[in-house]
């Protein structure tokens, strides 16, 4: 959503159907996806599943592949500008990342996400507000004044709604989503930098 915003054409791909899903949607595996069509788009944007570097997923044990690397060497393949998102827990794995958090975008939650990116694409680091409202703790109701975490089995589907801007989303999408808003500031800046190259 944020791309569009921004004024991009989307094209999402996932190896699991997305009945939710706004824009155009190919059901396939990502990686294979990139590497046979990732130059034919202008942009690509790849988040790679988090859970293998979920502190939540290795608090209950539960085993995910690996996709970060994979991802990147597809990325790599196509010639055109990426970016690959992931959580806090990637850190090791990304590549000189720019981290984003929700009050940078006067967003009422503090979603840190990391974005490595390549293809001659380029972002700057923000400046991180401090983190001067409290956090209700996950699964907890969000008391007013406090930020939600909106993971897991959380509390205020409709709250998460308005504050991440994702209102056709359910439980399930929000817990693993970034905020359009995030993407919108990358694409934006993106496209500022092409018209730029173009003028020269």
């Not at 059901?27 to 996806?33: K, S």
């Amino acid at each position: 959503m944020g791309y569009h915003l921004a004024g991009f054409e989307v094209v999402g791909v996932d190896i699991a159907p997305q009945p939710r899903y706004p824009f155009t949607f190919v059901q396939a595996d990502a990686v294979a996806f990139i590497r046979e069509h990732g130059a034919e788009f202008d942009f690509i944007h790849a988040s790679p599943p988090c859970q293998h570097d979920s502190d939540c997923q290795r608090i209950q044990g539960n085993a995910h592949p690996d996709l970060i690397g994979p991802t990147r060497a597809a990325l790599e393949s196509t010639g055109r500008p990426w970016v690959i998102e992931n959580v806090r827990g990637a850190l090791p794995k990304l590549r000189r990342p720019v981290m984003l958090c929700g009050p940078m975008f006067g967003l009422e939650t503090y979603r840190h996400r990391y974005f490595e990116v390549g293809g001659r694409l380029q972002l700057r680091q923000l400046p991180h507000p401090a983190h001067t409202a409290p956090q209700a703790k996950m699964g907890r109701p969000i008391p007013p004044g406090w930020y939600g975490q909106f993971v897991g089995n959380f509390s205020g589907v409709p709250l998460a709604r308005r504050v991440m801007g994702v209102d056709w989303m359910n439980r399930d999408g929000i817990r693993e989503c970034i905020p359009p808003a995030y993407t919108e500031w990358i694409g934006r800046g993106f496209l500022a930098a092409l018209a730029l190259t173009e003028v020269a």
